[in-house]
Every structure is written in structure tokens, then in C-alpha cells.
């Protein structure tokens, strides 16, 4: 659709020409003012009628029997030659995939630089166009150039090419001045490109601020779009600028642009390491839930952690247990246990505790002194003296399981208890 609707208008403009050939010189277009005069051409009469049946055979769809006539004229005369060559090449670009013979044929329409104005101005912007389509982008940033030259013009979505040139060449620091021209030559309704071929540029370079600089002004631009927010606090996260991201993330989210796990995950970490724990917890809480993080161990990992940190003791035992059932790991139960001991849930840490045991924790000594703690406070006064002394085999607790020992025992002397 882009070839088609780009080499229309070169055709049009042949067919113009065709017609002027038949009518008197006075009817020749108008000279531009302030630009040096350039005459004004026109086929000869033999010429004309087979370029005419030519453009006939186009409209209706016949390029290939347009091709035939055209590539079947002999003209002797050179801008005959150099017009002909001009409409093959732009049949060919029309039918695409004829690339490569399309360029060849405007080179040789061009380089005697003898076409009219519009002709060669817009000859030379086609083969920029399809050597840009080709790969071939010295030669497209050679004749946009050319282009600019000849006619005196300047567009936004030629510098944005230009710019994308450079970046195919790798020249990433020479993107920056067309994109800018781009930027500054843009209507009242402006384009994402030039931008993105900027903060492309930088972020290759690690140049992260200068990105940064750039996205700041995107947000305000195309505040609607939700990528442009979710870039930027990522970049505020390349820069390490983790307030800056948390503040830009949150607004996305607050906003409903943060749409996928990876990215709440991301908001929910940045809540985390900028020592609000409690955000992070609801903030994964609520996305485990809904579906847009998976409820896996990895995210019932991170959740857990959120409400230990928040202090909230209640909820990362649930969430711990919950995690321990998904892996079947000793480590979760005793976590568990811990936090429920802590809690002084002592009747429900003694079941999370045995569990741990029971998956072979390499932790016996220290789940060993937190049952006898457990039984302790439930006036167990016997289990709890059973699970000190096996605390007091483990080389690893048996320091601070000596306290117990006596304490446990003058304890039950104290409460009539044999132990």
C-alpha cells in the first residue's frame, strides 16, 4: 500500500506531463520564486502517445503490459530517455519485489539531471525511498540529501528516515540531529517515531539520563500511552533512581496501565526496597488474586516476605504455609512456625514445626527448642522437657538450650508436674 500510494503520485504527475506535451508552451507549470530557473521539458510527440497508451494499460491494473510498451520505446532524444527510464522505474516500484531494477532505472533517469523539477526532486526522494527498502542506507542519507538540495524542502518523516538510516549504520550518535529536525518539523499532530529513535540511540550508548530527559518529555506529550510511563520507570531503574521509578510506576498503576505480572512484580519490588513492605504485600496480594501474577512459589515467595517485612505476622505465616504445601519444603514449615511462635499461635506452630521435622529440616535443634518454647507456654511442661533435650543433642542449639533446661524444669516443680 505504501509503494502504491508513493509511485501514484509520480505517475500522475508523468501523465501531466504527457498532456503538456500536446499543448502550447504557455500552458507550462509555473516557476517557483527565489529558485533558479529550470526549463521545462517535454516528450516528443512519439514518445508521448506510447507513454499514453502506457499510463492507459496502468489504470487498469495492467502493469506488467505497461511495462512491455515502455521498456519497447527507443528514444533517441536524452530527456525522452531519461523520462522513459522515470516511468519504468516507477511501474516497477509499483508492483514490488523489482527493487534493485527499479533503482537502476532512476539512476540513469536522474543523472542527466535534466528532468523537470517535480520529476527529478521526486525521483530522487523514490530511490532514497527504495534504497532504504534495499539496505542500501548510504546511498538513501546520500540522495535525502540530495533531495533536500534540489528542492528546497524539508520533512519530518524524511529526517525520521534519515535517523533510521544512521541507526541501521550502527552510527547510533549521528540519530540525534535528524531525529531533533524531525521533532521541531512536526505538525500539529506529532509522531512517537522521532522519539523512540532517540531513546533508542542513548539507551545503546548507556547514556540513561539523556534517555530519561527524553521520555520525560514523551509522558507529557502522549500522556495516554501507557508505555511511555512503564519505559520510563524502567529507565529510572537502569539510571538507579529508585524513587523516581517507584513514583513513575505507581502512577501507571494508579492509572490502570500496569497490566502484566512482570510488571506489577516490578512495582511491587520497587515498594519493597524503598522500605515500604506493607504497599508491596497489597499491591501482590491483589494481583496473585485477580490472575495477573500466577500463584506460584515464586510469587507466594515474594508475597510472604512482603507481610514478614510489613510486620504483619498473621498473613506471611498463612502465605509461608501456603508455600510450603506448593514445594514441600522443610524451610517454609519452620518459617512458618516461627512466625506463628512469634505470634503466640503456639498450638498451630507446634503442627508446623513437626512437619518441618518430618521433611527432614537439617534445623532439628533449633525446631527442636522452638517446640519445647511452644509446649512451654501451653503449660506442656513434660513434651516441652522431651524436645529440650533432643535441642540439646544438636551442637547448634545446645548453648542456648541450656537456659531451658533448668527453667523448664523449675517451672514444672513449681506447677506439681513430673517430668
Do not use: C
Amino acid at each position: 500500500m505504501f509503494k502504491k500510494v508513493l509511485t501514484s503520485t509520480v505517475v500522475i504527475a508523468s501523465l501531466l506531463a504527457i498532456q503538456l506535451s500536446t499543448a502550447s508552451a504557455a500552458a507550462a507549470p509555473a516557476k517557483q520564486e527565489k529558485k533558479q530557473e529550470r526549463k521545462t521539458r517535454l516528450v516528443g510527440p512519439s514518445v508521448g502517445k506510447k507513454v499514453g497508451k502506457a499510463f492507459e494499460l496502468y489504470s487498469a491494473d495492467d502493469i506488467d503490459g505497461a511495462l512491455v510498451l515502455l521498456e519497447d520505446i527507443n528514444a533517441k532524444k536524452e530527456y525522452d530517455k531519461a523520462y522513459v527510464n522515470r516511468f519504468i522505474a516507477v511501474m516497477l516500484a509499483m508492483k514490488g519485489d523489482h527493487e534493485k531494477k527499479s533503482i537502476k532505472y532512476l539512476k540513469k533517469a536522474i543523472a542527466p539531471d535534466i528532468l523537470n523539477e517535480k520529476d527529478q526532486g521526486e525521483s530522487l526522494k523514490l530511490l532514497a525511498d527504495l534504497q532504504m527498502q534495499t539496505s542500501q542506507f548510504k546511498d538513501a542519507l546520500k540522495n535525502y540529501k540530495r533531495w533536500m538540495d534540489f528542492t528546497g524542502k524539508e520533512d519530518a518523516a524524511t529526517y525520521v528516515k534519515m535517523a533510521q538510516a544512521y541507526y541501521s549504520l550502527k552510527q547510533l550518535g549521528k540519530m540525534i540531529a535528524p531525529a531533533d529536525k524531525a521533532i521541531t518539523l512536526q505538525k500539529a499532530k506529532p509522531s512517537q517515531n522521532p522519539y523512540i529513535l532517540k531513546i533508542q540511540s542513548y539507551y545503546e550508548r548507556k547514556m540513561y539520563k539523556k534517555a530519561i530527559k527524553v521520555l520525560e518529555t514523551v509522558v507529557q506529550i502522549f500522556p495516554e500511552k501507557k508505555q511511555w510511563w512503564i519505559r520510563l520507570g524502567m529507565f529510572y531503574m537502569l539510571a538507579e533512581d529508585y524513587p523516581k521509578a517507584l513514583a513513575t510506576l505507581d502512577l501507571a498503576y494508579k492509572q490502570g496501565y500496569l497490566e502484566k505480572g512482570s510488571e506489577i512484580k516490578t512495582l511491587a519490588n520497587l515498594y519493597a526496597s524503598n522500605e515500604i513492605p506493607y504497599q508491596a504485600a497489597i499491591i501482590l496480594e491483589k494481583a496473585i488474586a485477580s490472575g495477573v501474577v500466577k500463584r506460584d512459589d515464586s510469587s507466594i515467595s515474594r508475597l510472604a516476605n512482603a507481610w514478614h517485612a510489613a510486620d504483619n505476622i498473621d498473613k506471611a505465616a498463612k502465605y509461608y504455609g501456603e508455600l510450603a504445601k506448593m514445594t514441600g519444603k522443610a524451610k517454609y514449615y519452620r518459617k512458618q512456625g516461627m512466625l506463628l511462635k512469634q505470634d503466640e499461635q503456639f498450638t498451630k506452630a507446634i503442627v508446623a514445626f513437626k512437619k518441618a521435622l518430618g521433611l527432614g529440616s537439617k534445623n532439628v535443634g533449633k525446631i527442636q527448642m522452638a517446640l519445647a518454647e511452644s509446649y512451654f507456654y501451653l503449660e506442656k511442661y513434660k513434651k516441652a522437657y522431651t524436645a529440650i533435650q533432643k535441642a540439646m543433642k544438636d551442637p547448634k542449639s545446645r548453648s542456648a538450650s541450656k537456659g531451658w533446661v533448668s527453667f523448664i524444669k523449675d517451672t514444672a516443680q513449681r506447677k506439681h508436674v513430673k517430668l
